[in-house]
C-alpha cells in the first residue's frame, strides 16, 4: 500500500536534474527509454491514517511514460 495519495494538483513545479539523474540507467531499464528529468512540486496528500498535509513531492518523469516513484520530500505545514 502507498503511503500516500496526492488528491490537489501539483504546484510550484521544478526540473531538478536532467543530465546527472544518478538512476538514469535503472528508470532506463525499468521503464524504458526516454528523456528522464526528476522534478520537484507542491501538493495537499492524504495519508495512510486519513490526514490531509501539504508537502513536497519529488518524482521521475519522461514524456509518453509519465511520472514515477512519487515520494514525500517534507511537509510544508
Keep these: 500500500m ?3 495519495e496526492v488528491i ?3 504546484k510550484n513545479i ?3 536534474a536532467v543530465r546527472k539523474i544518478q538512476d538514469i540507467k ?3 531499464k ?3 527509454p526516454g528523456r ?3 522534478l ?3 501538493a495537499m496528500i492524504r495519508l495512510a491514517n486519513g490526514r490531509l498535509r501539504h508537502a513536497e513531492l519529488h518524482w521521475y518523469e519522461a514524456h509518453g511514460i509519465g511520472k514515477k ?3 514525500r520530500k517534507c511537509y510544508l505545514d
Aim: proline letters at 0%; hydrophobic letters at 30%.
Design 2 to 4: 502507498k503511503s500516500f
Design 8 to 10: 490537489s494538483e501539483i
Design 14 to 16: 521544478e526540473v531538478i
Design 26 to 28: 535503472r528508470l532506463r
Design 30 to 32: 525499468q521503464y524504458g
Design 36 to 38: 528522464w528529468r526528476k
Design 40 to 42: 520537484k512540486g507542491t
Design 69 to 71: 516513484e512519487m515520494k
